[in-house]
């Protein structure tokens, strides 16, 4: 998933990312994520481990 290093316009902080990261707890189906490696997007994208369907 690439959400890009975006800015609020009232944030000092990545916002996209960081409701990116709440969202992405909330999902059953996700067993974890991390920040891509450089090549991949750097900080700007994430790997997600998804459960398998049924499990």
């Known amino acids: 998933m ?3 290093k975006a800015w ?3 944030a000092d902080f ?3 990312k960081s409701h990116t ?3 992405l707890r909330e999902w ?3 067993l974890a994520f991390c920040s891509a490696i ?3 997007g750097g900080t ?5 481990l998804l459960r398998k369907r049924g499990q």
Request: no cysteine.
């Open 14 to 16: 990545p916002v996209l």
């Open 8 to 10: 609020g316009t009232t």
């Open 38 to 40: 450089d090549i991949d």
């Open 2 to 4: 690439v959400h890009g």
């Open 21 to 23: 990261n709440a969202w």
């Open 44 to 48: 700007g994208a994430v790997y997600i």
């Open 28 to 30: 059953p189906g996700v």
